[in-house]
């Protein structure tokens, strides 16, 4: 009897263990999927910038900046570990001010700029730090991947400080070995270039508030006419996604709205009704511009925000890695850290 009670106490064990294993796994799975869109923020390039420098001789006589750049950053002050950031850098958009030297830096012996347009870095891990925090991660140029630390000072966020949208202020500095990524190798200056390069960074980012979206479409575009996004949005949010649908097919037959862009007005309001949390209601209207205008770019890239929003994560990873697919991929930063975080994974080799 003693054996036969110990089998069973055992087996209850083991079955509660596994239970246990199986509750945390699925947690923790749930948890690395919660994505918060409102903390997703974008470079506003009016206000932004890229230097980088680097020795001769061991002089530090060579300077320059870098014109073309996209970023997308995740930032939570009360979250900072899960902070990320996808960056893009084009690299025949180097300069240093001396036409000769710029030509050569985008040659084969340097960045090969007609053969890889892209530099992207995308961040893996955050850690705190005394002043701010490090994001480490891969960085990508040429055919190359290499791990690389980030080191970004506490950004300052100031609330609805643009339009109604949230700004942030972001500085930071990367030290890459160009022989790393085999830059200047064969070349007639590979002697002279000193091997660190220093690129420093002070991005002016800002996401896209319900606030903000509230003050672009509420509100008029001709004496006695709303803009119609607004008053579709009023509409469903009082009366429902039915009645909304109603309203469209009136604006529709309208003689003044009737002249309008008709699938961007729909993404426009589906992106709306995305930011206000009516992720599935957002999704029906996405799939109407479509139907509209097969391959509305606006509606394709919205979308997959929206799926994540809705939380239809499987939805979202299929939408995005068909979004990657895109010509126009290299300008949405988004993507690689939506992807990763949606499947644990993602790999920059290949992207422009």
């Not at 609805?160 to 007639?188: A, H, I, P, T, Y």
């Not at 499987?314 to 992807?339: G, M, N, S, V, W």
Request: proline content about 3%; charged content about 25%; aromatic content about 10%.
């Amino acid at each position: 009897m003693k054996n036969s009670t110990s089998v069973k106490i055992k087996s209850v064990r083991i079955a509660l263990l596994s239970i246990f294993t199986f509750f945390m796994f699925t947690s923790l799975h749930a948890q690395e999927k919660k994505i918060d869109m409102g903390d997703r923020f974008q470079i506003n390039k009016d206000g932004s910038y890229v230097t980088f420098e680097t020795n001769y001789y061991g002089f530090p006589i060579i300077r320059g900046s870098i014109k073309a750049y996209q970023a997308t950053i995740f930032y939570n002050p009360g979250e900072v570990e899960r902070t990320s950031a996808t960056i893009r850098f084009g690299s025949s958009s180097i300069s240093t001010a001396h036409d000769k030297r710029d030509k050569e830096l985008a040659s084969t012996s340097f960045l090969d700029s007609d053969n890889f347009p892209g530099i992207w870095f995308q961040g893996m891990k955050t850690t705190l730090t005394s002043g701010g925090f490090d994001i480490t991660g891969t960085l990508s140029i040429k055919d190359i991947n290499k791990q690389v630390t980030v080191h970004i000072e506490k950004p300052t966020i100031v609330r609805k400080g643009m339009g109604g949208r949230d700004l942030m202020m972001m500085k930071g500095e990367l030290v890459v070995n160009r022989k790393d990524f085999k830059l200047g190798m064969g070349s007639s200056h590979e002697q002279m270039l000193g091997d660190e390069i220093t690129i420093q960074f002070h991005f002016l980012c800002s996401n896209y508030t319900l606030d903000y979206l509230k003050s672009t479409y509420i509100t008029e575009i001709a004496p006695n006419k709303e803009h119609p996004v607004g008053i579709l949005y009023k509409d469903i949010k009082q009366n429902g996604l039915k009645s909304g649908k109603m309203k469209m097919e009136t604006l529709v037959k309208d003689e003044f709205y009737s002249q309008g862009n008709w699938p961007s007005i729909l993404s426009d309001l589906a992106w709306i009704l995305m930011v206000d949390n009516m992720a599935d209601e957002a999704l029906e209207f996405y799939d109407m511009a479509l139907q509209m205008k097969p391959g509305h770019l606006p509606s394709l890239l919205r979308m997959g925000d929206a799926y994540v929003i809705g939380g239809h994560h499987d939805k979202a990873l299929k939408h995005y890695k068909a979004e990657y697919d895109l010509q126009e991929r290299a300008r949405f930063t988004h993507l690689p850290h939506l992807i990763r975080m949606l499947s644990g994974s993602f790999n920059l080799t290949g992207m422009k």
